[in-house]
């Protein structure tokens, strides 16, 4: 059986198709678009013209991942969506239009479907999972086991780039601000320095173009399919993407449509492994829409869909009791059917699988017909298709106090 995967954030939209057949999950197909749905936020509500493109734009992925073969579709939304006002307004129109149910997941959630997708990488050395998105940062130690200690920051690169940048990259003196900022902002999560990881594990669209710009600037390519980013040569990529004089050709020619974040990411990734003293830094091909298929096909939560095949919605916003894990996670494959990358494992320690709950019921408080779908998961547990170059997208209008805490 094939499962797709829609996700919403901030600057895109962006879609995976599994085929799940026993226990092998192969990806079989990726899709993402350069939407950046935040510049059509007014007054925290989604204005119609952003509606009609959203609703445009998922019609064509959804039908791109029907075409594949896929027979049930789930659509989910982060932190883009996390505080809009007119949230329910959104849901009933992208029912209507589309007849994808919207799964809704709090901050809490998205880190966690991060760290399912990669808790392989618990057998690195003291390991912690960075994502940057443009609302939202979602930071996990890869040893812990529980949703709780997950972390998820409620704010993200398009607040930097409002609050601190005036141009499109930021200059030396803005560079300085929002470190400190960021300092401050890690200190009050609580965030440790130095001695508690090793190896930090970077996920989602944003590491990975940042990862494209690095391989680029420094002449390297993946070693036996892994991506890895050299420290010292990252500290001279921030340096010249804040000063050099030809920065943009290198944004231009890897990820145009990352114009506007590239800049506050680099600030951002140099922050977190100067304060944690990484020694090893990996880049992750799986984020929260493999985690969150993960949970499905596992029964750990379930979601609402829509069967691609027949027209018909179904599932449940009633999550599934989890299942005891009984075997090591897997990787998922590529999509040329190749195991994905998984870094090399160091001595002395074993890659730690998720617990769950033995027989502890997730639930969800009943909803009304029509209003927004969340997905409730438990406290513990244990060719793709090729995108043309975007145009670099129009500077965000700030749409939001710049304060930096919306979600």
């Known amino acids: 059986m094939k499962y797709s ?50 609703i445009e734009t998922l019609t064509e992925i959804r039908e791109n991942c029907r075409r594949i073969g896929a027979e049930r579709c789930y659509l989910i939304s982060t932190a883009a969506f996390r505080n809009v006002e007119n949230f329910e307004e959104i849901y009933d129109k992208v029912l209507a239009a589309t ?25 690195c050395e003291k390991p912690v999972l960075i994502d940057l998105g443009g609302k939202s940062m979602e930071i996990c130690d890869l040893s812990e086991t529980e949703k709780e200690k997950m972390l998820c920051l409620p704010f993200g690169l398009l607040d930097l780039y409002r609050k601190f940048i005036d141009a499109i990259y930021p200059d030396e003196g803005e560079a300085k601000k929002m470190k400190s900022y960021l300092t401050e902002k890690f200190d009050k999560a609580g965030l440790p320095g130095k001695d508690v990881y090793k190896t930090a594990v970077m996920v989602g669209a944003t590491n990975a ?4 710009i690095y391989a680029d600037y420094a002449g390297e390519k993946p070693a036996d399919g892994v991506k890895v980013i050299r420290y010292k040569k990252f500290k001279k990529l921030v ?74 919605s179904g599932g449940s916003e009633q999550a599934a009791a989890p299942k005891k894990r009984g075997r090591k996670p897997r990787a998922a494959k590529a999509d040329d059917g190749a195991a994905m990358s998984a870094p090399p494992k160091k001595r002395g320690r074993k890659p730690r699988a998720a617990k ?34 975007a145009e670099p997208a129009p500077m965000p209008e700030a749409s939001a106090a710049d304060g930096g805490e919306q979600s």
């Open 99 to 123: 007849g994808l149910p919207v799964n809704a997941l709090d901050g809490a959630t998205e880190a966690y479907c991060d760290y399912v997708a990669n808790v392989y990488y618990s057998s």
């Open 239 to 312: 340096k010249h993407l804040i000063g050099g004089e030809d920065r943009s050709r290198y944004v231009l020619n890897n990820a145009p449509e990352k114009i506007y974040l590239i800049g506050s990411a680099a600030v951002v990734l140099k922050t977190l492994f100067k304060r944690f003293g990484v020694e090893q830094i990996i880049v992750s091909d799986r984020g929260v829409k493999e985690g969150y298929l993960q949970l499905i096909l596992e029964g750990r939560a379930e979601g609402k869909y829509l069967d691609l095949q027949t027209g018909v």
């Open 209 to 212: 173009a940042m990862y494209d």
């Open 356 to 389: 769950a709950d033995d027989g502890a019921a997730m639930s969800a408080s009943p909803k009304k017909r029509g209003r927004k779908s969340h997905v409730a998961l438990p406290a513990k547990e244990a060719a793709p298709a090729a995108e043309e170059p």
């Open 5 to 54: 995967i829609i996700d919403i954030s901030s600057n895109s939209l962006s879609a995976i198709v599994a085929s799940a057949e026993g226990d092998r999950t192969e990806i079989v197909f990726k899709e993402r678009a350069a939407v950046s749905l935040v510049r059509y936020l007014e007054d925290g509500k989604l204005l119609p013209r952003g509606m009609d493109k959203l």
